[in-house]
């Protein structure tokens, strides 16, 4: 008979052999680079489809919401799960607008790996690369995938040079082109050498040797790639020094090594709009990003103490909400589970906020469907029904083993609109559809200006906005009223001052308020600093504490328009105490109204926000857009032929962007196009300095 021990080992076997088939893994890219078009051929290609979705017929499975359709491009991103060779795939297709780029960085916190497609034609374009910079800021491993190697230009070679020039990995392309551009008809896969040719109308790709006139240059380009692996990987490098070659098993296991480790990134190619190259990316996919078992244990805190969960279907329960989504049918709220398990009716603890939730349900998503599932594991990403309160960010787990893990990071919003509800009794409909919004997307604030009484809507750019005001109107029946675009403004210190002294002291009866500080301000890279240099115990800790909470107070408003304060450094070198009139309230207020008056007596500097233009133009209408580029105080960084048309870049200040797509296409008969990215703050001129 099999005892109960042998029974409980069998079970985890089983568990961790599950977890080893899984992969968790987003697509990356530029917007329009093809990366929903991958994701629904991966979809048709894998059989959780049957007919293939197309983003110009607004027919495509994971841009379900009828703005993504009407615009053509990702909004929201959205978690898919398909089989492949055995291997369970949980995707998510990630927007690639920039304005976006916080739902890319809540969905990279919660992968395992990632797909990064980039244009043939193109290459490493200007989101691409915010978007590599995001995964590599969590450890994401990924495999490349240029895409559009049918378009007229397309070039594997140059794009596999953007990638080593623009991202610094060491790119392995592992495929050769069959064809070039129209003719683009399969791919030499370089580490079995086997050619894979799809024919036209065909779905099917078929295997065979690699063709005659193609072996001299497939061979070349094998013996670059064993040569690339052999001096980054250490066990390659002892095979290939004996042998002078590398086997299809080494250079494989290889490959995933150094995907996995960061160290390189394999590059395949194929056009996903013609269906070809998606069955070796999935095979890519399965061979070389890790599982679940392959990631580090994550890493939490829980009062101070350091923890960890390993992804162990029989360990404590810990799962990472990353997204909510209120539905028509219910609040769905997405989990990725490293540890654990949890079934239909359990009670998990929000451990944020320390409070205990119930299951309803759980749900294997496929985009705005989903399939009731009885228990979700460890390595899951699933949508769970029931939970009232848990936001993007927070930590589940077990009521007995507490753990908080690290929340993802959301972006300091840098546009502003003012929103009221055209009708005075939608005014309580309109603050509660606005809460809803910045529920499930953190990166929009919500705040009431304190001047004019309006309430105030900011995100990460101008189409952020639309679309948040866009969905008030259809999926809530408001009609609103928006204000033009306000940028948010900051205000740094040009010049500082030292030796400032103030005194607090306050008395109306009963226990007064006294406290003296004496502070130097001077500007500093970064944001906020704060030090003491009091010595002799003249100020006490406690009251130092205090003095630095009432100097963040301060910095919420700055002397020039109101905006936030940043980049300085406040020294509190001394000060002065009164036996029973001094406390920790007199300090911070002490801090708090003497650092206003010593930023207005130093000279302060007005910032703007400022971002990276990349314009595609018709090389005949250059002319015009360096003109327009100027008169909106652009300054230009550089420019290229690329394919036939013109690439400019340059820094432009974001409030000088408002309505450029419009202008653009005015000034270029609609052939023109542009993408932005944030590159941080810059001094405005003097008379920008509005509220």
Not at 436 to 452: K, Y
Not at 469 to 487: D, I, S, T, W, Y
């Amino acid at each position: 008979m099999i005892s109960d021990h042998q029974k409980g080992q069998r079970a985890v076997r089983t568990n961790l052999s599950t977890l080893a088939v899984v992969r968790n893994l987003g697509i990356l890219a530029h917007v329009d680079a093809g990366k929903t078009t991958v994701t629904e051929r991966i979809l048709y290609a894998t059989g959780t489809t049957h007919r293939r979705g197309e983003v110009h017929d607004g027919t495509t499975i994971t841009d379900f919401d009828p703005q993504e359709r009407d615009r053509g491009i990702t909004i929201f991103a959205a978690a898919v799960s398909c089989a492949w060779d055995g291997h369970r795939i949980n995707l998510i297709d990630t927007p690639g607008h920039v304005d976006f780029a916080d739902e890319v960085e809540r969905s990279l916190r919660v992968l395992d790996g990632a797909v990064a497609v980039f244009d043939a034609v193109a290459g490493v374009e200007p989101q691409s690369e915010s978007v590599w910079r995001q995964a590599d800021r969590h450890g994401v491993p990924r495999i490349a995938f240029v895409n559009k190697l049918d378009r007229a230009g397309a070039d594997l070679d140059a794009a596999v040079a953007s990638i080593r020039a623009r991202l610094h990995p060491a790119p392995l392309a592992v495929q050769l082109p069959i064809g070039a551009e129209d003719g683009f008809r399969g791919v030499v896969d370089l580490v079995r050498m086997r050619a894979l040719v799809w024919a036209d109308g065909s779905d099917t790709v078929v295997e065979g040797p690699v063709p005659e006139e193609l072996r001299e240059e497939a061979q070349r380009r094998r013996r670059l790639l064993e040569e690339a692996v052999a001096e980054l990987h250490t066990g390659a490098l002892e095979e290939f020094c004996m042998r002078a070659t590398l086997s299809a098993q080494t250079l494989a296991a290889a490959l995933r090594d150094l995907t996995r480790s960061g160290d390189g990134v394999v590059v395949l190619c194929g056009s996903a709009y013609r269906n070809r190259g998606i069955e070796p990316l999935l095979d890519a996919v399965v061979a070389y990003l890790p599982s679940p078992l392959d990631v580090p244990a994550v890493q939490g805190t829980f009062d101070g103490t350091e923890q960890e969960r390993a992804a162990d279907p029989a360990a404590p329960f810990a799962a990472l909400a990353f997204k909510v989504n209120a539905t028509p049918t219910g609040r769905l709220t997405y989990l990725r589970v490293y540890s654990g398990t949890i079934e239909k009716g359990d009670a998990v603890w929000d451990a944020g906020v320390r409070r205990t939730e119930r299951v309803g349900r759980i749900l294997r998503v496929q985009a705005d469907r989903h399939a009731r599932v009885d228990r979700a594991v460890a390595g899951d990403i699933v949508a769970v029904v029931g939970l009232k309160s848990v936001r993007a960010g927070s930590t589940l787990c077990a009521p007995g083993a507490p753990i908080v893990l690290e929340p993802p990071g959301v972006a300091e919003p840098v546009v502003s609109v003012a929103v009221e509800a055209r009708r005075s009794t939608d005014a309580g409909k309109l603050a509660a559809a606005l809460a809803r919004l910045a529920e499930e997307d953190p990166s929009l604030v919500v705040r009431t200006d304190p001047d004019t009484g309006q309430t105030v809507l900011s995100g990460m750019g101008e189409l952020h906005l639309e679309v948040a005001a866009e969905k008030l109107r259809l999926g809530h029946g408001l009609e609103v009223n928006v204000g033009r675009p306000r940028v948010s403004y900051r205000e740094t210190v040009g010049r500082g001052v030292s030796g400032l002294v103030f005194r607090h002291v306050k008395q109306d009866g009963g226990a007064g308020q006294f406290a003296h500080v004496v502070l130097d301000v001077e500007p500093a890279e970064g944001g906020f600093a704060f030090r003491s240099a009091v010595v002799g115990g003249r100020v006490p800790q406690e009251y130092v504490r205090a003095v630095e909470a009432g100097c963040r107070d301060a910095l919420a408003e700055g002397p020039l328009g109101g905006h936030p304060v940043t980049g300085l450094r406040v020294t509190l070198t001394d000060g002065a105490t009164h036996v029973k009139d001094s406390s920790e309230t007199a300090f911070r207020t002490a801090g708090r109204l003497g650092l206003r008056e010593a930023l207005r007596a130093c000279a302060m500097v007005l910032l703007e926000p400022v971002v990276e233009v990349t314009v595609t133009v018709p090389e005949d209408a250059v002319g015009g857009v360096l003109g327009d580029l100027a008169a909106r105080r652009g300054r230009v960084s550089g420019s290229a032929a690329r394919g036939g048309a013109a690439v400019v870049t340059a820094t432009v200040p974001l409030a000088e962007l408002f309505g450029y797509a419009t202008r653009l296409r005015s000034r270029t008969q609609g052939r023109g196009t542009f993408t932005a990215r944030p590159t941080g703050y810059a001094p405005a001129p003097a008379a920008t300095a509005v509220r």
